[in-house]
């Protein structure tokens, strides 16, 4: 599939470049302040970026290689999983300091509850359920098979891939129980959800450049959607009327409309662009430039 292009492409207006630590992976950013919390994970690092003055407040040592961070719904708690130690690094960001760790598990993906008190941490093999208020691991529940994403809808359900088999499975996380909801015919290692909750996007992880959407009231396969080659970081802007889509083949940008499902806008970010995150206004664009050691600031309009 070929991604249909707009007859007239926006040109990115980037408003920053801003250089952070070695191999900046993922980020968070909060809700309700001006603040972005980076991951380096080549030198272990937690960069501070205050989003209005595009620049690095802090640079916070971690006893890990951070690969997954999360914001708590206070703006004031960001939480880390990585590797080299099974734990999750508590970091309090009005002090810039690390306040706490969890015996946990190494990780590469979490996603936090609305509430605030449930950190879920895909380790592969298994999913590591922590309370992160009162520092304690709840349970490992086995996943059996290598598995990736964690991603955690409105109803309770947490989303993740199973890579090796090309299925989409889910977690009550109530209950702790896994189903495996869809089975697909390539490999994925992604899942993004739609703001309202009601769809699923399953970006394949080949050349041929397709997302699935995926009804998740009945897991029907709603449509095939083309996007680049090689695509990761799939991502919804808040109000849904974009996505967001890297290519590794093209180590390119690409902004989708989702009502036309048409390019709007194709651009470099650096050598690498990974992990896009949407401002929640939907205004801004920020981008982990993983091999330039920087993160990019797009603004959208």
Not at 72 to 88: C, H, I, M, N
Not at 168 to 197: Q, R
Request: hydrophobic share 45%.
């Amino acid at each position: 599939m070929n991604t249909s292009v707009g007859k007239y492409l926006r040109k990115p207006i980037v408003i920053g470049i801003v250089e952070v630590g070695r191999e900046p992976n993922c980020m968070a950013l909060a809700v309700h302040s001006s603040i972005a919390c980076v991951c380096n994970t080549d030198d272990g690092t937690l960069s501070l970026l205050d989003t209005l003055a595009l620049r690095v407040i802090s640079v916070i040592a971690l006893p890990i290689q951070p690969l997954a961070i999360v914001i708590d719904p206070t703006d004031t708690r960001a939480y880390v999983t990585g590797q080299g130690k099974p734990l999750v690094v508590v970091v309090d960001i009005p002090s810039r300091q690390i306040i706490g760790e969890i015996a946990a598990s190494e990780g590469h993906a979490m996603a936090l509850n609305a509430e605030g008190d449930r950190v879920y941490i895909n380790a592969n093999r298994q999913f590591c359920v922590i309370d992160p208020l009162a520092g304690e691991r709840l349970a490992c529940i086995d996943t059996g098979s290598l598995t990736s994403a964690a991603v955690l809808g409105h109803d309770g359900r947490l989303f993740f891939c199973d890579y090796l088999h090309h299925e989409l499975k889910a977690m009550n996380t109530v209950s702790g129980e896994i189903a495996t909801v869809l089975s697909l015919p390539e490999p994925f290692e992604e899942f993004a959800l739609s703001p309202a909750g009601d769809f699923g996007y399953v970006p394949y992880r080949t050349t041929e450049g397709v997302v699935a959407k995926i009804d998740l009231s009945s897991y029907a396969m709603a449509d095939l959607l083309p996007i680049p080659a090689l695509p990761h970081g799939f991502t919804l802007s808040p109000n849904g009327g974009l996505a967001c889509c890297c290519s590794a083949a093209e180590r390119s940008v690409s902004i989708i409309d989702t009502g036309t499902w048409q390019v709007v806008s194709r651009f470099k970010a650096g050598r690498y662009p990974q992990s896009p995150v949407f401002s929640a206004d939907g205004r801004r664009l920020y981008l982990c430039d993983s091999s330039g050691d920087a993160v990019w600031v797009i603004a959208l309009g």
